[in-house]
């Protein structure tokens, strides 16, 4: 799991669009100080109500930000990355996910799906340097994840969906052991990945006050 693993997020962070303060947090960095929650829309437990593209925020003023399952929905993304790179200190670091294989989902738009190559451009050219961007999951978790919007009714719902969670949990180690098992002994990454999991740092190169 890789926010459980590698989600180092300490100081003052920055959770945008994490208005219903995600269980994600728990895993975060034992020097974290304070979580400032950014949305577009208010909510009891929302601190700042503003877009990514334009943030009330001062330069250099986020140790850390975590941006999860948001990246996808603004139109100018560039725009957010090149905000995230302001506000967050020279040292900081970011946290990032974005879905591959989901459905089309609101909340309130959805417009874009990303491969490791466009996130490592789109970083780049917003003044980030990007520390890792690893694809995670798998084919068979992706079908799970286009399936499950799909299976409806209470009990066969719910029967139909630990079913395909099993397939997807058997499947994953069955598809690697068949790949070694033909004499591939690092399988390179899944072409369908549920997501893909990135980290940031602000770029040395980056003129923070140009």
Not at 13 to 28: C, H, M, P
């Amino acid at each position: 799991m890789k926010v459980k693993d590698d989600l180092e997020a300490r100081g003052l962070v920055l959770d945008i669009g994490g208005g219903r303060r995600q269980t994600y947090l728990q895993y975060a960095h034992s020097d974290l100080v304070r979580v400032v929650t950014m949305d577009i829309e208010p909510g009891p437990k929302v601190d700042v109500v503003a877009s990514a593209t334009n943030m009330p925020l001062d330069r250099d003023s986020m140790d850390s930000v975590i941006c999860f399952n948001v990246l996808e929905h603004i139109f100018d993304h560039r725009a957010a990355l090149a905000e995230i790179c302001r506000v967050m200190k020279p040292a900081g670091e970011l946290y990032g996910w974005v879905p591959f294989t989901i459905g089309v989902h609101g909340a309130p738009n959805d417009y874009f799906r990303y491969t490791s190559s466009s996130l490592e451009k789109l970083l780049l050219e917003s003044g980030l340097e990007p520390i890792c961007i690893e694809c995670c999951g798998n084919v068979f978790l992706s079908s799970f994840d286009l399936l499950r919007p799909h299976i409806r009714g209470w009990f066969v719902g719910r029967v139909l969906r630990i079913l395909c969670l099993c397939l997807a949990l058997v499947g994953y180690p069955l598809h690697v052991g068949l790949k070694r098992l033909v004499g591939e002994r690092s399988p390179t990454p899944d072409p369908s990945p549920s997501g893909i999991w990135f980290t940031a740092r602000v770029s040395a190169m980056q003129d923070r006050y140009g």
